[in-house]
Nanobody
Framework: QVQLVESGGGLVQAGGSLRLSCAAS????????MGWYRQAPGKQRELVAS????????NYADSVKGRFTISRDNAKNTVNLQMNSLKPEDTAVYYC?????????????WGQGTQVTVSS
């Protein structure tokens, strides 16, 4: 099992910044990717950004490119999401995700979510 604990959400004005952190614990030795997803009221959960643990390759949703940066600290088993130039449409619950392959399967683990609210 993998446990994920997010922190750093909150209320910010449009144009402001927030930094989310996700600490992973448990059976983390073969996690190969981590990422951040978000879900706004009435909408489906969507990928915001992801990072490959070995190598550091990243992927971003078009809506956040140039504003958000995902990074990892392998020594601390954490993944961070720096969010700049926030917009009201970034308001959502943000979830940390960890992906662990096992033979032909892939297991997804989720944090409890942290609320990000951007006021106009």
């Amino acid at each position: 099992q993998v446990q994920l604990v997010e922190s750093g959400g909150g209320l910010v004005q449009a144009g402001g910044s927030l930094r989310l952190s996700c600490a992973a614990s448990g059976s983390i030795f073969d996690i190969n990717a981590m990422g951040w997803y978000r879900q706004a009221p009435g909408k489906q959960r969507e990928l915001v950004a992801s990072i490959i643990i070995s190598g550091g390759s990243t992927n971003y949703a078009d809506s956040v490119k140039g504003r958000f940066t995902i990074s990892r600290d392998n020594a601390k088993n954490t993944v961070n999401l720096q969010m700049n130039s926030l917009k009201p449409e970034d308001t959502a619950v943000y979830y940390c995700n960890a992906r662990r392959p096992y033979r032909t399967l892939t297991f997804d683990y989720w944090g409890q979510g942290t609320q990000v609210t951007v006021s106009s």
